[in-house]
């Protein structure tokens, strides 16, 4: 079946634009998360969805990020006025939760310039 | 606060030769231990998963762990390499306290080289 898809796979923007960031998740997963790999931070987490709610938004570095998730479903990541220390692979993942395995898209790179 | 420490940022192994990658975790309650694998341009991988019961855990493509609670440790093995092996390997865990919110705490990866 469709894994997890994300789109764009690459994106280049000026600094100071928003950016959206879209995944798709396997069809029937509750749980989605969004993570962060760039050089100088590894691989980090952002948020977590439960269905359409982010019952933890920890990881979101600063307010010029946002995610929303609809219809249990797509989730869209937002990040506003963007800057260099942005530039980054975003990895979407998806579990039907209770430790179930995390499937991961294959990112979204992208960009600062 | 959990963390996860993987010595060696590079590993290269000759192919055939037995594979090591060291992750040793810092948690305040033993938690559920995870490696996965990352292909160049590609997602992660789950490689295998520690929950709960037998300590020694098999995982594909040959590669096994062994969870050591006094050593906090959960190194992952492979008895002979193959070029195909390599990739950048991940260790996260994730706190089983947590239930609803599986997030995972990686670390910071080893590249794995296999010579031929």
Known sequence: ?113 | AQSVTQLGSHVSVSEGALVLLRCNYSSSVPPYLFWYVQYPNQGLQLLLKYTTGATLVKGINGFEAEFKKSETSFHLTKPSAHMSDAAEYFCAVSDISNFGNEKLTFGTGTRLTIIP
Do not use: M
């Open chain 1, 1 to 113: 079946g469709a894994g997890v898809s994300q789109s764009p796979s690459n994106k280049v923007t000026e600094k100071g634009k928003d950016v959206e960031l879209r995944c798709d998740p396997i069809s029937g997963h509750t749980a989605l998360y969004w993570y962060r790999q760039s050089l100088g931070q590894g691989l980090e987490f952002l948020i977590y969805f439960q269905g359409n709610s982010a019952p933890d938004k920890s990881g979101l570095p600063s307010d010029r990020f946002s995610a929303e998730r609809t219809g249990g479903s797509v989730s869209t990541l937002t990040i506003q006025r963007t800057q260099q220390e942005d530039s980054a692979v975003y990895l979407c993942a998806s579990s039907l939760g209770g430790f179930d395995e995390q499937y991961f898209g294959p990112g979204t790179r992208l960009t600062v310039t």
